[in-house]
């Protein structure tokens, strides 16, 4: 019978004792991501960045030492500066990666966020130069999708542009009401004025006239002066005192407010540049707004090719300056846009006609066209005939829908767009009025004709064999990006503060996401 081994061991282990490896390289694995990152960036060209530092002082952590260590800490999603700094005193990759440099999380912060701003975009170019070289995009389809991520801001200290408004509406009223509470004005202002108030208020008194801050300082100085005159005049001391102590400093707080919302809804206190938007993952729709930032991204073979921070909320209104950011970045546009239903305004049809690249950009009713319940929907001006000879529509019932007039407007971006009115000549006696239109009136419908035009050249496009092939691989492009750098890398706030630095942040995320995708193919 074959005995048992009773006596326990265990394998050598003693701390004080020198052990191989020596090198640290001989603990990584050849193919480990951290080799990619080491690689790609030791062959760019950061001219730039080194032009960035001066001689002088105390030395400097190497830049390409530095850039190394910020992209594979976002690989790894590391993307506290105390936390990198962290693993450079722990992990052996990132010993390695900054070759026993061990920089404070202020410098490795003060890099991101101050040297970093002015090179970003030439950095992102040498790596996208880079995938180019070796086959990886060929820039030919540009696949663009925007999200939501989530600014480092206060979400209960905000400002909206409705109450800025009302507010410095209120306060010119007083300011006009309290001038005319004084009684005497001499006589030069008499025989200038006549019955007006003072030119500076818009020469009413009824607060109609839009008084500033500087305006209203003139005026201030004026009633000093008179003052001087009258030393006794209490009522016109105590209204100066108001004007000066309260109205002025709180004009001077609304149109400092005014400027720094520059055309949109809000803006949070904690970060002037991030707007409050509705986020996809607040499903409830009594939901608070977040300040946030509206990021686009453009993919080829899921790779960013390239990227654009804006403070708007809705997508169709950042495509235009993006693909502005990506022309100048690359010389030139890919040759084919895709880009989901968002993006389908007469704005950016024109936009893209212009610059003569394939249009492969969904309109919001391009899915619903198709079905039939769209086609059974009779009284829909969608579905109704048009005359171009005659510039009419017509009816389901055979009327005529004559031009009555055109209507101008124009984009936020600028863009001058001119819509058509047409009216029925007569519904009172139509059978199926009430099915057609809810007015009291004859039935009127507004058409772009222009962006008709332009949705029956998309809509061959986007119905072609190539087409069906660009809007299915679409949902795969930049979905998947998404997916990664907000789902898996939990990257759904940003650190910095300002449209720059958060630009610069989401830039070190796109080139990190390019090098893990380079690892894998």
């Not at 209204?239 to 005014?258: G, N, T």
């Amino acid at each position: 019978m074959r005995r048992k081994h009773q006596q326990v061991t265990f394998k050598p282990y003693t701390q004080a004792q020198l052990s191989l490896p020596m090198k640290l390289d001989d603990l990584i694995a050849a193919d480990h991501l951290v080799r990619v990152v080491d690689r790609v960036i030791e062959g760019l060209d950061l001219d730039g960045l080194m032009r960035g530092y001066k001689g002088g002082g105390t030395s400097s952590y190497h830049p390409r030492m530095m850039l190394k260590v910020i992209v594979y800490a976002y690989t790894q999603r590391i993307y506290s500066s105390r936390q990198i700094a962290k693993a450079l005193r722990e992990n052996i990759h990132f010993m390695w990666l900054s070759g026993g440099n061990q920089p404070d999380f202020r410098t490795l912060n003060r890099f991101r966020s101050t040297r970093m701003k002015e090179v970003i975009a030439e950095v992102f170019a040498e790596v996208l130069e880079y995938l180019v070289a070796g086959g990886y995009v060929k820039l030919e389809t540009y696949f663009v999708d925007g999200t939501k991520v989530e600014a480092n801001a206060n979400r209960y200290r905000y400002v909206w542009a409705k109450n800025v408004q009302r507010y410095q509406t209120q306060v010119r009223e007083k300011i006009a009401r309290l001038l005319a509470e004084i009684d005497e004005v001499n006589e030069e202002e008499q025989a200038e004025y006549g019955d007006d108030d003072l030119e500076e208020l818009g020469g009413r008194g009824d607060g109609s006239g839009d008084v500033d801050s500087a305006e209203l300082s003139a005026t201030i100085a004026r009633l000093n002066e008179r003052l001087k005159g009258e030393p006794d005049n209490k009522a016109l001391a105590q209204a100066v005192r108001k004007l000066e102590d309260d109205y002025q400093p709180r004009l001077e707080r609304y149109e400092r407010q005014a400027a720094i919302l520059a055309g949109r809804n809000s803006y949070a206190k904690t970060d002037e540049a991030a707007t409050y938007m509705r986020m996809k993952e607040d499903h409830r729709y009594d939901a608070q707004p977040k300040a946030a930032y509206n990021v686009q991204l453009g993919t080829e073979n899921q790779f960013v090719v390239g990227y654009s921070v804006h403070q708007q909320a809705t997508d169709s209104p950042c495509l235009i300056p993006h693909l502005q950011q990506v022309q100048e970045q690359l010389g030139s546009l890919p040759q084919r846009i895709v880009a989901d239903a968002g993006y389908g305004s007469e704005e950016n049809y024109a936009y893209l006609e212009a610059q003569a690249v394939g249009n492969y950009v969904k309109y919001p009713l391009f899915d619903r066209e198709r079905k039939r319940s769209w086609r059974k929907q009779r009284y829909r001006a969608d579905n109704w005939p048009y005359d171009a000879a005659r510039d009419q529509f017509t009816c389901p019932q055979g009327n005529a829908l004559t031009k009555l007039r055109s209507v101008h407007d124009q984009t936020s971006n600028g863009y001058a767009r001119e819509r058509q009115l047409y009216e029925c000549a007569d519904c009172s006696t139509c059978p199926v009025k009430g099915e057609c239109t809810r007015a009291a009136g004859n039935r009127r419908v507004i058409v772009s004709l222009t962006l008709r035009a332009y949705r029956e050249r998309v809509r061959e496009f986007l119905l072609s064999a190539e087409g069906q092939r660009l809007l299915a691989k679409r949902a795969v492009e930049v979905e998947a990006v998404f997916g990664r750098l907000k789902h898996n890398w939990g990257f759904r706030r940003f650190l910095l503060r300002g449209l720059e630095k958060v630009s610069t942040e989401w830039g070190l995320l796109c080139i990190a996401h390019n090098m893990a995708k380079l690892a894998t193919c």
